[in-house]
């Protein structure tokens, strides 16, 4: 019987098993291998400084959570994790053609609301400055740059944290959850297709999926699949290699990666239910935008199209610890479209928890609030 039982293979619950047995613990990661897990499709934008946060307790978590990524790098380096598509890049943010300057103008004022005095991040730059940074760029109303951003490629971490993970014992199975084991007010692990598996605890990791166990849990409705429909581009008239990301006023981003793909996107559709189809209006949208701010991109061939089903909680913030009630069971989830940013901190207090080393900075993230009594 293992210590723990993982449920959700993506970025959240690898990254919960791989601290896990890091830890020392017995760990079976069980992942159902859904089509549509967001890890395989978000692009992986890591600026803390050119994200919208409300709240000054959102924006020092995603500072926290982006500072820890070279920690976990050189983690997964140690054991053999191997390449994690994780690299420093310049993200800009930019306002294009259509947009005025009015209102870029008051984004950046949010977006240095809640930085800390002295902060810096984010540096105005010229029309030209801008284009220097990505040439396929049109008309630049405005633009500011964080220097100090990167990227990463979900999949490619994932597949690391795997990796690293099984060298440390990690099961591995391939099955789906079709709920939890229970004695009382306690779990005792998860029943599979044709079999169950018992253990001391349980991280419900699953993403959009977690709906499907809302009501065994004892909670209100609090996570909803949102769709993002994100298309690949290829650039072959010369190097990427020194491209920085921008993202627009309107949400929409474009991450070049060295290899000369380009990553263009995203929609997001609240309301899409599970389903993972791509739509006429869904690629006209990410398409549109990704040539208003960046016409040059027009000579670029589509290399391919990407689905991802992001979980969003219900007031907008992750879902983080132990879940009200039921001794033994913890989420980490509801990470809407930040997943790639937030996802491996998050995943990483939650561990520490179940550790017996709990952190404050989850008390504003419990599902208690989501409890029905």
């Known amino acids: 019987m293992a210590d723990v039982i993982v449920v959700g293979g993506g970025l959240l619950g690898s990254t919960v098993a791989y601290e896990l047995v890091r830890g020392g613990m017995e760990v079976t990661l069980v992942d159902r291998q859904d089509r549509g ?84 991040k984010l540096r105005e730059l010229s029309a030209d ?8 760029l ?43 084991l229970l004695d009382g007010d306690r779990v005792r692990g998860v029943s599979l297709r044709d079999r169950a598996l018992e253990a001391d605890q349980v991280v419900l990791a699953s993403g959009a999926w977690l709906s499907e166990l809302q009501l065994q849990l004892g909670l209100r409705p609090c996570v909803s699949p949102m769709r993002g429909q994100i298309c690949h581009l290829g650039w072959d008239q010369g190097p990427t290699v020194a491209w920085a990301v921008a993202v627009g006023m ?18 997001r559709e609240r309301g899409s239910g599970l389903t993972t189809e791509l739509t006429a209006a869904g690629c006209l949208e990410v398409l549109g935008e990704a040539l208003r701010v960046a016409p040059g991109l027009g000579q ?16 907008g913030h992750p879902i983080l610890g132990p879940a009200p009630g039921l001794g033994g069971c913890h989420l980490a989830t509801g990470h809407g479209a930040g997943g790639l940013l937030l996802g491996p901190w998050s995943a990483h207090l939650v561990a520490e928890g179940i550790l017996g080393r709990p952190d404050p900075s989850l008390e504003r993230y419990r599902a208690a609030r989501f409890s029905r009594t």
Do not use: C, K, N
Not at 67 to 93: A, H, N, R
Not at 129 to 136: G, H, S, V, Y
Not at 250 to 267: E, F, N, Q
């Open 37 to 120: 897990q967001a890890t395989f499709a978000g692009a992986g934008i890591l600026s803390s400084a050119s994200s919208r946060w409300e709240e000054a307790e959102d924006r020092r978590f995603a500072e926290a959570a982006e500072s820890y990524y070279p920690t976990l790098v050189q983690q997964l380096e140690e054991d053999g994790g191997g390449e994690t598509g994780y690299g420093q890049v310049p993200v800009m943010v930019v306002a294009a053609a259509g947009d005025r300057r009015e209102d870029f103008d008051l984004l950046v004022e949010q977006l240095r609301r809640h930085a800390p005095a002295g902060d810096g």
């Open 129 to 136: 400055q801008a284009r220097e940074r990505l040439p396929t």
């Open 138 to 180: 049109g008309e630049v109303v405005g633009a500011v740059v964080d220097e100090q951003g990167a990227r990463v490629d979900g999949r490619e971490l994932r597949a690391a944290l795997l990796r690293a993970a099984r060298g440390r014992g990690l099961e591995l199975v391939h099955d789906g959850v079709d709920g939890l």
């Open 300 to 315: 670029a061939s589509i290399l391919e199209w990407r689905v991802g089903l992001r979980p969003v909680s219900e007031d």
């Open 250 to 267: 309107r949400g929409h981003y474009i991450l070049p990666r060295p290899s000369g793909r380009v990553v263009v996107g995203a929609t």
